[in-house]
DNA sequence: AACTAGGATGGGAACGTTCCCATTTCATCG
DNA sequence: CGATGAAATGGGAACGTTCCCATCCTAGTT
């Protein structure tokens, strides 16, 4: 067994419920109640060393933390940061809140992390209460209307960026993948790798959102090249008999030509590599490239194309944003689009069968 | 394009960063401060139809948000829980948070999560924080000793429900699986399907952690059962050689055996199919069972079989222990053990190919 | 008509801290 | 020694709300 520096008996008694107050420490340390507070804020080198050190002894001794709510009320500051997530079992969602609340913590802030579920009244509910909570900025990774609660807390001040998402008549910042590159990449890379028919699937595609930015760049280049044909559809994921559906009527008319699938997020290739393996599809035969990367990707058959997305950097660069804003509140800054490069990771997926020179992925398990 | 009830051209003009206060509502609406707090508290029915009216109407022309950093001041409440979480990304870790955040809302809490990368000076400073926000109970899935800070928030009355972790010396509620009963499955099912040598790996054992409990039950049933043999290691997955020594160790004495691999959580799932993976080993032939479920498990080869935790209502059963307590502060009932029981998802990756009446698992790709 | 009880409404004090202005202390210089 | 300026220290008011006690009004009962 390991040992404590605080070991106590398994029947450790408990002291009455009470939290230290700034003037109790003062007592104990024979200070003022300012002295303390300049203590536990910035203003420490502004006590003598003698006094800094009674202080800290005595806040120790009553296990003193300053309270929030009272430092929030007079000093104007929560030193909260919110983050309103649509579904907080999406891998993308889960890994930009990592840099997120990684940014967050390196700056003094913590993050309140609201889910909503894809419910609208529920996100009414959670920008209610983080405007009660006075958050100093809002991270935005949800899709569908901005809501009357949200253009009143940007008309409070509120300093607001959206992941992944532009709205045509909603200012403010985002932070997100460049979508025309992405679709680039992508096709660029299905054509080079002998694919000439393309499946495009997405979530629901909300209005303005950076979903329909790479519907309709995607829709353009089928149009641009005539190479290239293919179709795009948005669905929700829930309805299963839909995915099989578009992804059965697409291939019974591919006949004759190399068709690929591109998945518009994770959500997406998980449910489409579910139903090619209940097709029995090879992957290879039939392309699949997904938009984003996950953890099992090189895991399922061949291996699964991917494009990464630098989640880390884009939930760092979104709280950047907002910190800037509250520094400079006075400067009405335009709003600022920050769009990070896709990084192709190649595997199996996007290698026909018919081209082994072409296919480079690691050696594969055979069932 | 959709319509909206707010809708504001692009240059939305920006008003005064100004939040209304309970004073202002008060004097818009005629009425003293007190009917205001009346009717944004649990007292509002003691109010006259007409004076509720006046109120709302005032409070919604003032986009007025009741301030909860005054509330929690003078009222003592926070209406914050806090959850640490030693990482964020961790599918369990996210699973079961969507089931804190689900019951704490329902319950009109917000979750302040803090994810602590399985550092111990994060950990202390998250801890710190988090008694500053004066979070009024505290979900713990983090491994480690507990520290001074956590002690001293359990010093001051603050409930605390443990994750899956138990300490021999520090008493508090635990929501988790049982792990007697997920071992015994899991090793029954192993013997069932023909395995008679197990190697169980976890991620780095904490003192007297539920990973502690499972590894000391495994080693139990195979002091207790002579048709079973194998080996136990824990280990930290970043040392990927470690992994793979310890896979072909245990795979060059299993010669006249039937070899397993029993996975501790779903973070050595993902690693040991990598690891088997690069070997070129066929699933079935060696076994493979993951404790937790994970969204790709039947993806990979012929579908991994797990045993799945019930995240939800083990994220929900912690925060309905936390507000247990607060609801009755007085009464210091003995610390409370919810263990739930692991469901089998049978796959292909724990049928043996020598008995295909054994293997109905969904036809497979093949590369 | 007088009394009583309940419902509705309101004002002052307090919550724990910060901020602002005031006071005290100390060191240096003339 | 006295004056000056800087550093160190401290007290009161304010932050936005809740809570507690007080007051008023109305309806019912005697």
């Not at 910035?42 to 009272?70: G, K, V």
């Not at 993308?92 to 309140?112: D, I, N, Y």
Request: charged share 20%.
């Amino acid at each position: 067994m390991g040992t404590f520096p605080f070991h106590r008996h398994a029947a450790m008694p408990r002291t009455t419920p009470h939290r230290a107050t700034i003037l109790q420490v003062a007592r104990e340390a024979g200070v003022s109640k300012t002295s303390v507070s300049r203590y536990f804020s910035d203003e420490r080198a502004r006590l003598s060393r003698d006094m800094q050190s009674r202080i800290a002894s005595a806040a120790r001794r009553l296990s003193y933390h300053p309270n929030q709510m009272a430092r929030g009320l007079k000093g104007g500051r929560s030193q909260l940061i919110g983050m309103l997530v649509a579904d907080i079992r999406n891998p993308f969602s889960v890994a930009v809140m990592h840099g997120v609340e990684q940014a967050c913590r390196e700056r003094g802030f913590s993050l309140l992390v609201c889910n909503t579920d894809n419910d609208p009244a529920q996100e009414r509910e959670h920008l209610a209460l983080l405007a009660s909570y006075r958050v100093e900025g809002l991270v935005i990774n949800a899709a569908g209307q901005p809501s009357r609660e949200l253009r009143a807390l940007a008309a409070q001040g509120t300093p607001l960026v959206l992941l992944d998402r532009m709205l045509s008549d909603f200012e403010a910042d985002v932070v997100g993948l460049d979508n025309t590159q992405t679709i680039d990449m992508a096709l660029d890379h299905l054509r080079q790798q002998g694919y000439d028919n393309v499946l495009y699937l997405s979530e629901p595609v909300a209005q303005a959102s950076s979903r329909q930015a790479r519907l309709k760049h995607f829709e353009q280049r089928l149009a641009d090249d005539p190479t290239l044909r293919g179709e795009a559809h948005s669905l929700a994921l829930a309805e299963d008999n839909r995915l099989q559906d578009v992804i059965a009527g697409f291939l019974s008319q591919a006949s004759g030509s190399a068709p690929a699938i591109l998945c518009g997020n994770g959500n997406v290739t998980l449910a489409v590599a579910h139903a090619l393996q209940a097709r029995g599809a090879r992957l290879g035969e039939i392309g699949l490239l997904g938009i984003d990367e996950l953890e099992w990707c090189n895991l399922v058959g061949p291996g699964i194309t991917t494009l990464a997305q630098p989640t880390d950097a884009i939930g760092r660069a979104a709280v950047h944003n907002l910190l800037q804003r509250l520094e400079e509140p006075q400067r009405q800054a335009p709003p600022k689009r920050t769009h990070y490069q896709a990084r192709l990771i190649l595997r199996g997926s996007t290698c026909r069968p018919n081209t082994p020179d072409q296919y480079d992925s690691v050696s594969q398990e055979r069932p």
